[in-house]
């Protein structure tokens, strides 16, 4: 019983991580693109949007981690 609950303790973990980044993301991101914008302007250098690039690339990292917290089977992990 209390290896259950250990297991059940790991996974709130886990999640509340990728709630916590995932809120990290979308403000960092909504960030960059009010930046973008505000700079952009006139300038034909910066017509292409740059916060594609971390938007793609950090959100990578996100799905990896949802993936991670919420659709992973403990039933057979090596971790028990």
Request: proline share 4%; hydrophobic share 50%; charged share 20%.
């Amino acid at each position: 019983m209390e290896e259950k609950d250990e297991n059940l303790w790991r996974v709130a973990q886990k999640r509340a991580k990728f709630k916590k980044h995932f809120a990290v993301y979308l403000v960092m991101n909504a960030f960059f693109w009010f930046l973008w914008y505000c700079t952009s302007g006139s300038n034909e250098l910066m017509i292409f949007p740059w916060p594609v690039w971390p938007l793609m690339g950090w959100g990578i990292g996100i799905a990896l981690q949802y993936f991670e917290a919420y659709h992973t089977d403990l039933g057979w992990s090596a971790e028990k």
